[in-house]
T-cell receptor, first 115, second 112 residues
Framework: QKEVEQNSGPLSVPEGAIASLNCTYS??????FFWYRQYSGKSPELIMS????GDKEDGRFTAQLNKASQYVSLLIRDSQPSDSATYLC???????????????FGTGTRLTIIP | NAGVTQTPKFQVLKTGQSMTLQCAQD?????MYWYRQDPGMGLRLIYY???????DKGEVPNGYNVSRLNKREFSLRLESAAPSQTSVYFC???????????FGPGTRLTVL
């Protein structure tokens, strides 16, 4: 079983709609969760971090965390063509042991926004 | 403030050749990391350094060596390149007392 799992996609969403990306993780002790966006040929760029159960909103992006069910999701409202990218979920189970943090990444979900 | 920089951007090697990938950050970050990214495999950690003078193996360290030259610089060396090391290599760094990683632009390496 992979430690961090994502549906590879592609996920196609009409412009203006809500894109929903999901991620599950296997280590119940995981404490920090991240969403990165990666455009083709570019490096990962941090979009959101979330540490507590519930929702965290930042502009058009909302991260949702449910530790009991071991999943984290990313919602993108009013999707734009510029949101077309691969979205990587990352998990850290050593938060607090600063200096030894290691993120485990999922393989990413490719999102395409259709104009 | 350039953030995390990597050189070179592209490199082609022949099997058995050696090379060093360079990474530097100007954000006074403590921890630095080297990843490789392959299609369908995601980002995999090769080595990391929690502070100047310390390095530790990640998930896929075989065939690589690293040097944390100072707080700013963290290099990755391939002593005898193999076609299996064809990949995109990313360096990342983390500010002190956080676990948020910031990535460099990457090096695309092809080993023939």
């Amino acid at each position: 079983q992979k430690e961090v799992e994502q549906n590879s996609g592609p996920l196609s969403v009409p412009e203006g709609a809500i894109a929903s990306l999901n991620c599950t993780y296997s280590d119940r002790g995981s404490q920090s969760f991240f969403w990165y966006r990666q455009y083709s040929g570019k490096s990962p760029e941090l979009i959101m971090s979330i540490y507590s159960n519930g929702d965290k909103e930042d502009g058009r992006f909302t991260a949702q965390l449910n530790k009991a069910s071991q999943y984290v999701s990313l919602l993108i409202r009013d999707s734009q063509p510029s949101d077309s990218a691969t979205y990587l979920c990352a998990v850290n189970n050593l938060r607090g042991d600063f200096g030894n943090e290691k993120l485990t990444f999922g393989t990413g979900t490719r999102l395409t926004i259709i104009p | 403030n350039a953030g995390v920089t990597q050189t070179p951007k592209f490199q082609v090697l022949k099997t058995g050749q050696s090379m060093t990938l360079q990474c530097a950050q100007d954000m006074n970050h403590n921890s630095m990391y080297w990843y490789r990214q392959d299609p369908g495999m995601g980002l995999r950690l090769i080595y990391y350094s929690a502070s100047e003078g310390t390095t530790d193996k990640g998930e896929v360290p075989n065939g690589y060596n690293v040097s944390r030259l100072n707080k700013r610089e963290f290099s990755l060396r391939l002593e005898s390149a193999a076609p299996s090391q064809t990949s995109v290599y990313f360096c990342a760094s983390t500010p002190q007392r956080t676990d948020t990683q910031y990535f460099g632009p990457g090096t695309r390496l092809t080993v023939l």
